[in-house]
Structures are given as structure tokens and as C-alpha cells.
T-cell receptor, first 115, second 114 residues
Framework: AQKVTQAQTEISVVEKEDVTLDCVYE???????LFWYKQPPSGELVFLIR??????QNEISGRYSWNFQKSTSSFNFTITASQVVDSAVYFC????????????FGGGTRLMVKP | DVKVTQSSRYLVKRTGEKVFLECVQD?????MFWYRQDPGLGLRLIYF???????EKGDIPEGYSVSREKKERFSLILESASTNQTSMYLC?????????????FGPGTRLTVL
């Protein structure tokens, strides 16, 4: 069965520090998609990125970057030069090809960025 | 601007009451989902629907039912609320046809059952 593990339940950093959020997944499917979502204090989850299992290229979007490694079943998320507005709960999620549109979420990592 | 709305942000109910949580999306999405969010457990799928009048059980359907009479609306029903159903409830929707489609979420309903 599919599973997503976010071992870090809470991280606290000072503004401008770099921070990496870990995500490890388990799946038997060869075709799958990985997602990251951000949940700010307002509560609404916001989609950040999607990556399919055949594309291991790392991605960078501004201060955000993602490192996908199939060999270690990991899809880690790095925020460079963190800002207070990055404070949120971040969720990693997995969607398998044979599971319809269902997402399996990790437990989430609460990131607190202090000024 | 795409939107998923939920009927209430905060709700307080008594044990044994019947509770209705409503979700509406304006994106003409085929698929809709109900999750509950608890600290450390992430989001767990309660039910989902891929078409009007269709429903599928998720990981934790016990104690819940759903209704989808119109494409844009998906209701979660707690037949007899219990204290262990105190949680944050999140509704989401997505286009059908591909597992790569991201889900769009509503703001959540924080339900407290006393």
C-alpha cells in the first residue's frame, strides 16, 4: 500500500536561513505523481508542485526547489533564504496511477520562520 | 479565479446531533473529496465522488456518509456526531481524467463535538 512519511513534524528557523523539508514515499506502482502543498494559517491548502515518476529532474521556482530521487524514494523540498511568510504547514502527497485521483498525504511539517 | 467554498469555517455541535458539511466548487470538476485533518496524521480521505450520485469510500468512512446530487456540490453527513469526530474537515475538487491533476481545496471547517 502507498505511504508518505514526513519525519519532521516541526521545524523552526530564523529568517534568511535555508531549510529542507523531507518526504519519503512508498509505492508499488511504477507510474505515480508526487505533490507538495502549503497550508498557511488561513487553512486552505495551496498546490506548489507536481512531479511524475519518470521525471527526476530537479526543479527550481524562485526560492523554492525540489529534489526527487527515485533511488531513495524521496521528494525533498528546500526553501532558500526563508521568510516569515513561508511559515505554514507543508504536506507531501502521492497519487498512484491505479488509484484514481486519490491522494495519500504525509503527516505534514510545520515550518516556523522567526524574524 | 477557481474556488472551493465550504459552508462554515467553525461549527460546534453536541454529541448525537446530525451534522451537514457543505462544499461547493465552481470549476465544473468531476471529482470531489472530503478529508479530515488531525495533527500528526495529515489529511485522511473520508469519501470521494467522481460523478453525480456516485461515491466511493476512502480510508476512514466509518461514521460518515456523503451526498452528491449536483456536480458542483458535495455534502458530508455525520449521522450521529461523536466527540472523536472533532476535527478539521477539508473539501477538495479536481478535474477527472488523470491522476496528475492537482486538487483544489476549500478553507476547511473546524468542527467541535461536545
Amino acid at each position: 500500500a502507498q505511504k508518505v512519511t514526513q519525519a519532521q513534524t516541526e521545524i523552526s528557523v530564523v529568517e534568511k536561513e535555508d531549510v529542507t523539508l523531507d518526504c519519503v514515499y512508498e509505492t508499488r506502482d511504477t507510474t505515480y505523481y508526487l505533490f507538495w502543498y502549503k497550508q498557511p494559517p488561513s487553512g486552505e491548502l495551496v498546490f506548489l508542485i507536481r512531479r511524475n515518476s519518470f521525471d527526476e529532474q530537479n526543479e527550481i521556482s524562485g526560492r523554492y526547489s525540489w529534489n526527487f530521487q527515485k533511488s531513495t524514494s524521496s521528494f525533498n523540498f528546500t526553501i532558500t533564504a526563508s521568510q516569515v511568510v513561508d511559515s505554514a504547514v507543508y504536506f507531501c502527497a502521492l497519487s498512484e496511477n491505479n488509484a484514481g485521483n486519490m491522494l495519500t498525504f504525509g503527516g505534514g511539517t510545520r515550518l516556523m520562520v522567526k524574524p | 479565479d477557481v474556488k472551493v467554498t465550504q459552508s462554515s469555517r467553525y461549527l460546534v455541535k453536541r454529541t448525537g446531533e446530525k451534522v451537514f458539511l457543505e462544499c461547493v466548487q465552481d470549476m465544473d470538476h468531476e471529482n470531489m473529496f472530503w478529508y479530515r485533518q488531525d495533527p500528526g496524521l495529515g489529511l485522511r480521505l473520508i469519501y470521494f465522488s467522481y460523478d453525480v450520485k456516485m461515491k466511493e469510500k476512502g480510508d476512514i468512512p466509518e461514521g460518515y456518509s456523503v451526498s452528491r446530487e449536483k456536480k458542483e456540490r458535495f455534502s458530508l453527513i455525520l449521522e450521529s456526531a461523536s466527540t472523536n469526530q472533532t476535527s478539521m474537515y477539508l473539501c477538495a475538487s479536481t478535474l477527472g481524467g488523470g491522476v496528475y491533476n492537482e486538487q483544489f481545496f476549500g478553507p476547511g471547517t473546524r468542527l467541535t463535538v461536545l
